[in-house]
């Protein structure tokens, strides 16, 4: 009896230490595991920190880096352009000649003032290009702004589109050019002719590409909302006509208006221009009376003894007074474009067009492209 239980006993504490050795190395195994989960937890944080630290210095970069300009110079005032760009022309990386438009039976109209443009700046360093826009000149000598009904004709079919390209061609060996700009407007809503303009520059990027020829894309700011664009052209977001000709008194731009471009802009392919108009307006209550340069509207206010004050959401200079009825002036200067300028900058972009050369104070032009 007292054998067995001897064996018993020793069959007990076998047990109890093969439970004991199997406690050990499961609580061995567990913090082996808690170390290597601690370990991956630790890389993967550190990994995320490298990553974010990359994207921050990439962010930073971007931000911090020197802001490109570029400018229209347009054939109606071309002598003040010019003086312009002679004074501020090293610190511009593109300018635009404008314009080139269409005559009533589809030909070229190449204004001599763009032609003598062109000839003063062929031994300028800066890039140049020639805006091509769907202005027509009628037989009867009035001028159909924007035709929509044009780029009907020239982009509905792709034996349009190749026509059209060839036409362009000719155009480009005719000036002796390496830059093309289109300035193709007014298709308002038309989600078909928006598509059939995208096709178009698909088209006609790689042929130019091929020719040495430099190809840049002017467009309305709604532009995202209709089409998806190809890459290789440069775009470029007209940042104003907030208020102009079909409103009230107002700015050309304000901080709401940019930040919601900025946004929407970001779908589109390329480091994107963001373009501003100098100047402003003139208003009669609703009504506008006259399109002003900065010299003009501050020289108006000046003859009429009344000083302008700055809009705190615009950065826009604004003054009104009454004489046989309400007038308003709002209008940009350098403070207001580099308010501008500065917004989108912080928004990612870089690259900023003046609409335009010519009317400027020279401080106003010092000031903004001075960084």
């Known amino acids: 009896m007292s054998e067995w239980k001897c064996r018993r006993t020793d069959r007990f504490w076998k047990q109890v230490v093969l439970l004991i050795i199997l406690c050990i190395l499961l609580f061995c195994k567990g913090v082996a595991y808690a170390e290597n989960q601690e370990d991956q937890e630790t890389l993967s944080r550190k990994e995320s920190a490298v990553t974010e630290r990359q994207n921050s210095g990439a962010e930073e970069e971007k ?4 802001a490109g300009y570029g400018a229209w110079m347009t054939y109606w005032d071309a002598e003040s352009a010019l003086f312009e760009e002679a004074q ?6 593109e300018l635009v000649c404008f314009e080139v438009f269409f005559e009533e039976n589809g030909d070229w109209l190449i204004p001599d003032e763009t032609r003598m443009m062109l000839d003063a700046l062929r031994e300028h360093n800066t890039m140049v290009y020639v ?11 009035t001028v159909v702004q924007k035709s929509s009904d044009l780029l009907e004709q020239l982009l509905s079919s792709r034996t349009a589109r190749s026509a059209h ?13 390496s830059g093309i700009e289109l300035d193709y407007e007014n298709m308002k809503s038309d989600t078909r002719l928006w598509e ?3 096709e178009f520059l698909e088209e006609l990027f790689p042929i130019l590409e091929h020719n040495g020829v430099r190809l840049r894309a002017v467009m309305e700011c709604q532009a995202p909302r209709y089409a998806e ?16 000709y079909h409103s009230g008194p107002g700015p050309k731009a304000d901080r709401a208006f940019l930040e919601k471009l900025g946004e929407s802009w970001k779908s589109v392919p390329g480091e994107v221009r963001m373009a501003f108009a100098t100047g402003g307006f003139l208003w009669a209550g609703n009504t506008v009376v006259k399109a002003m340069t900065e010299e003009e509207a501050a020289e108006y206010l000046e003859q009429e003894g009344i ?6 959401g615009s950065g826009a200079l604004t003054a009104r007074y009454r004489a046989d009825q309400e007038y308003s002036v709002w209008y940009a200067d350098g403070e207001t474009l580099s308010c501008w300028r500065d917004i989108l900058q912080a928004m990612g972009y870089q690259h900023f067009d003046l609409f335009r050369l010519g009317g400027n104070r020279c ?8 960084k």
């Open 63 to 66: 931000l911090s880096r020197e």
């Open 88 to 93: 501020f022309g090293d610190r511009l990386e």
């Open 131 to 141: 805006s091509l826009v769907n202005d027509v000149q009628m037989a009867d000598g």
């Open 165 to 177: 390209i060839a036409q362009i061609m000719e155009l480009i060996d005719q000036l002796g050019i």
């Open 196 to 198: 059939l303009y995208a």
């Open 229 to 244: 664009f190809p890459a290789g052209p440069e775009y470029i977001c007209m940042c104003y006509n907030l208020y102009g």
């Open 307 to 312: 000083t302008a004050k700055r809009d705190a």
């Open 363 to 370: 401080t106003s032009l010092s000031e903004f492209l001075k």
